[in-house]
């Protein structure tokens, strides 16, 4: 049963992946987006962790997806404006060319570690759990990251108001 | 049985599409796309040796980079909105004018 | 526990500083100068305490009940931490004029900088390998936006473009090698990677090095290293002057303080497997960018190709290290200080003119006769560019001089001969500013020395520069360029496996 949903997600993942990429559509590959973020939420629901899943629906789907999907629509990108992707077998074998090192690489790194998953503890990756760790142990990162959020909100704000100001 | 292997095989299936998708490289916009599906193949790692290790440091990782994957996708938007603005086209190549 | 506060004072005095410019920045009738001020202050006391710090801390976790060993204190950390909050302090004060001779600067622009600033700072501190992504991630993004600052410029948007496709995308390999090391040795504290590496001597590790191999790859990118370096050029001569001062000085120093940590502790039990990559970086940074640098027709074009070659010998310092050189070390840091402080000056006069001269794109022609104007800044740029070129008797000389010591010390005769055949390949592009200056007759009359504080600010600059390179011996009890070599090894000495 695990196994057989894991293959699902990791198709829907992958595909997702996929549509990003290879689609003409700005609005398909949101589409691919949000099939990847939600895949992604399963994945992390398959290995037990319900805190990140959790997190990943509301800030990768919530935020990052409908965020983008939203900037999509307002600046209204027409077909026309659409850059063309033009895929020669140029293209395709250069892209290949340094993807395969890198790949192969990986996959080389990784075959060698057929290692079967410990047996989940209770309470594992649970919003308690998590937020215990969270404050005691890795305080640190958790405060340096608040104040990237708030270096990046000023930021973002910084770029789009002056738009605004420009126009006025 | 699904092993950690399984998972990793598949972040590293998903890094490499990633890759992919930054080198094709003419849409802005899915370039941002591109590397969101990277970070992601990185938080599958993460989380699935946080549960071989039965160590909650890897899913703290994952938590963290999906904030950080966040701000930046908040600057890099913001940054899309002001070029379409003022060019009206997200074509990389019309977009970079300085050579190199 | 006050101990610790007092150790933890300057970080949160420039997060607080930042803070506090954010919410200034709403108050409308505020001039400029008076918000550069406020930020001046805020990173002044800092840099006054962590003066005080480096004469006493040893080595320290600070908070360990609550931090973990996470927040690491030593004089190494301290060091890094007075180039930036001097390197920014200069920065801010020099381009003062730059500021207010242009119409898109506000208040936010400082609230920017004082959070890369605490990025960097972070970055020199931490033991702990997510805590540096982030740290890197702050410093960055933070740094995009300042880049593509100028609205009315293209080429501004275009050079924050660049750079945050690039930089993004080099961010990631970081985080991906983070993963592939956290699953081998299942912690990603420093000191961790190197006992799990001396532990398990004889087991298989090509999981562990790919991952260090993906940290390094974005480390060399950051640093603008050879097969990575293309974006240097474009996002140098796009970005705002006081934006491409700041990051050729300071963000740079931040990368090597990470970098140091790392390869001084961690990467020594895998030495042999890496050392050959980093050489042959080291060599293709010197020569590409090398050729970059002569084919550059604008200065700060020029300054910045001229950045990589300046990475690639602290790249052959580091291969030093890996061979077993005793001072390569101290060579590199004591490096980034001598190239600190020449770019400094050297970015702060264009940013000086830019701001005199609307008009002026500053490229090599309108340094013609550059002398006969305006004598005494022409006399600063001299000094700057010998010392850039590593001319005897400026600190630059004894920079290279040091690195080559390193190089020579390990047997690498060749890699030393090739790095002063690029030294002297890069006297043809550094004198060909001086002999425009000196040598051509200028179009305008000769002005006078225009005093203020960016003006003195640049004098003094150019007089450390002499004296660290021969005021040694002259004045005793102050620390010259031996006293910095010394400061850099006790700093070392610090770093704990």
Not at chain 1, 38 to 54: D, K, P, R, V
Request: hydrophobic letters at 60%; charged letters at 10%.
């Amino acid at each position: 049963m695990e196994s057989i949903i894991f293959f699902i997600l990791a198709f829907f993942l992958l595909s997702g992946a996929i549509m990003i990429v290879f689609s003409k559509e700005s609005l398909y590959s949101a589409i691919g987006f949000l099939m990847v973020m939600i895949a992604m939420a399963g994945m992390f629901a398959l290995l037990h962790h319900s805190f990140l899943f959790l997190a990943q629906i509301l800030v990768g789907v919530g935020a990052v997806v409908v965020l983008s999907i939203m900037i999509i629509l307002s600046i209204n990108l027409k077909e026309e404006n659409q850059p063309k992707q033009n895929i020669t077998r140029k293209n395709i074998l250069f892209t290949t060319l340094i993807i395969a090192p890198i790949a192969g690489l990986l996959l080389y790194a990784i075959a060698k570690a057929p290692f079967a998953f410990a047996p989940i503890a209770q309470h594992f990756g649970t919003i308690e759990t998590m937020g215990k760790v969270l404050f005691t142990h890795w305080v640190l990162p958790f405060e340096i990251v608040s104040i990237l959020l708030l270096g990046a909100m000023v930021g973002a704000i910084v770029l789009s108001r002056r738009r605004l100001h420009v126009e006025s | 049985m699904i092993e950690l292997s399984h998972y990793l095989v598949v972040s590293g299936i998903l890094f490499s599409i990633g890759v992919v998708g930054v080198l094709r490289r003419k849409n802005l916009l899915m370039l941002f796309f591109a590397t969101e599906i990277m970070l992601n193949a990185a938080n599958i790692a993460f989380a699935a040796v946080s549960s071989y290790y039965g160590d909650l440091s890897g899913q703290m990782f994952a938590f963290f980079i999906i904030a950080v994957a966040a701000s930046e996708v908040a600057v890099g938007l913001g940054l899309l909105i002001v070029l379409y603005k003022k060019q009206g086209t997200l074509d990389l190549d019309d977009l970079a004018v300085m050579k190199g | 526990m006050i101990w610790d506060l007092y150790l933890v004072m300057p970080l949160a005095l420039v997060f607080i500083g930042a803070l506090f410019l954010m919410l200034f920045s709403l108050v409308k009738q505020v001039e400029l100068t008076n918000y550069n001020l406020v930020t001046v202050a805020f990173l002044s006391v800092s840099l006054i305490i962590e003066l005080i710090i480096f004469q006493n801390v040893e080595h320290d976790y600070l908070f360990e009940t609550i931090f973990a060993k996470m927040f690491i204190v030593d004089k190494l950390s301290t060091l890094f931490n007075i180039l930036f909050l001097s390197g920014a302090i200069l920065t801010l004060l020099i381009n003062n004029n730059y500021f207010k001779s242009r119409d898109y600067y506000n208040g936010e622009f400082f609230a920017l900088l004082l959070f890369s600033i605490f990025g960097m700072m972070m970055l020199a501190h931490t033991n702990e390998l997510i805590t540096a992504f982030i740290s890197i991630e702050l410093a960055s993004i933070t740094l995009y936006v300042l880049v593509g600052y100028n609205h009315h410029s293209p080429k501004s948007s275009e050079a924050m473009l660049k750079y945050i496709i690039l930089g993004s995308l080099a961010g990631v390999f970081f985080i991906l090698g983070v993963a592939l090391v956290y699953g081998v040795v299942g912690s990603t504290y420093l000191g961790d990677i190197y006992s799990y590496l001396i532990h398990h001597q004889n087991s298989d590790i090509s999981l562990l090095v790919v991952g260090m191999m993906f940290m390094m790859v974005t480390l060399l990118f950051k640093i603008g290293a050879a097969p990575f370096h293309s974006w240097v050029v474009d996002v140098y001569i796009g970005s705002p002057f006081p934006v491409t001062m700041f990051m050729a000085t300071t963000l740079k120093i931040a990368i090597f303080s990470i970098l140091l940590r790392l390869f001084l502790v961690d990467f020594a039990p895998i030495y042999p497997l890496i050392l050959e990559i980093i050489k042959v970086v080291a060599i293709a940074t010197l020569l590409l960018g090398s050729l970059l640098a002569i084919a550059q027709t604008q200065l700060k074009g020029m300054l910045a190709a001229s950045s990589i070659v300046h990475v690639g010998y602290m790249l052959m310092a580091l291969y030093a290290i890996g061979v077993g050189s005793s001072f390569a070390a101290s060579a590199i840091i004591f490096y980034l200080i001598s190239y600190f402080l020449s770019a400094l000056g050297a970015f702060g006069i264009l940013s000086f003119l830019a701001s005199d001269e609307e008009k002026r794109h500053l490229s090599f022609d309108d340094f013609k006769g550059f002398a006969h104007e305006r004598p005494y800044m022409a006399a600063a740029m001299t000094i700057f560019m010998l010392s850039l070129a590593g001319f005897p008797s400026t600190i630059g000389f004894l920079g290279k001089f040091y690195i080559f010591m390193s190089v020579v010390e390990t047997g690498e005769i060749l890699l030393a001969g090739l790095g002063i055949l690029i030294a002297f390949i890069s006297i043809y592009y550094y004198f060909k500013l001086i002999a425009l200056m000196y040598f051509y007759p200028s179009p305008n009359p000769k002005k006078r020395f225009p005093f203020a504080i960016s003006t003195l600010l640049i004098v003094g600059v150019a007089l450390m520069i002499v004296w660290g390179g021969i005021g040694t011996g002259l004045i005793p009890f102050v620390a010259g360029a031996d006293g910095l070599l010394t400061i850099a090894s006790e700093a070392l000495k610090t770093i704990g496996k």
